[in-house]
């Protein structure tokens, strides 16, 4: 008989702790892929523009940007502009260039 009355209380707390995971807020990640903003925060850091890295990237990988992102890297100090690109077979890569040097740091097939 006492497990019976420990089994709601065990559903209730379950799903008062599901509601509680569920409604954290949504926390924004450290990168931007607004033009206009991307600019004015390479201009600012002295990082290469935008123009630059893309340029660096479709060298490194041909094909046609689908989008370009100014990111914080996680573990290093320092800015990557990651540059997705679709090449002329339907593939998607990412490519990562040094938002400071210039320089390609990786060119990865993108699976999903």
């Known amino acids: 008989?006492?497990?019976?009355?420990?089994k709601p209380?065990?559903?209730?707390?379950?799903?008062l702790l599901c509601g509680v995971m569920m409604s954290q807020p949504?926390?924004?990640?450290?990168?931007?892929?607004?033009?206009?903003?991307?600019?004015?925060?390479?201009?600012?850091?002295?990082?290469?523009?935008?123009?630059?890295?893309?340029?660096?990237?479709?060298?490194?990988?041909p094909g046609v940007v689908k989008e370009l992102e100014l990111e914080r890297r996680k573990f290093r100090s320092g800015w990557d502009y990651e540059v997705e690109i679709v090449d002329s077979n339907g593939a998607e890569w990412e490519v990562t260039i040094d938002a400071k040097t210039g320089k390609v740091n990786s060119v990865n097939r993108d699976w999903f």
Request: without cysteine; aromatic residues 6%; glycine residues 2%.
């Open 26 to 61: 949504a926390w924004a990640d450290d990168d931007d892929d607004d033009p206009a903003k991307i600019a004015e925060m390479a201009k600012a850091f002295g990082l290469i523009s935008l123009e630059e890295a893309q340029t660096k990237a479709l060298a490194a990988k």
């Open 9 to 15: 209380a065990n559903l209730f707390i379950i799903t």
């Open 1 to 6: 008989m006492s497990t019976l009355i420990h």
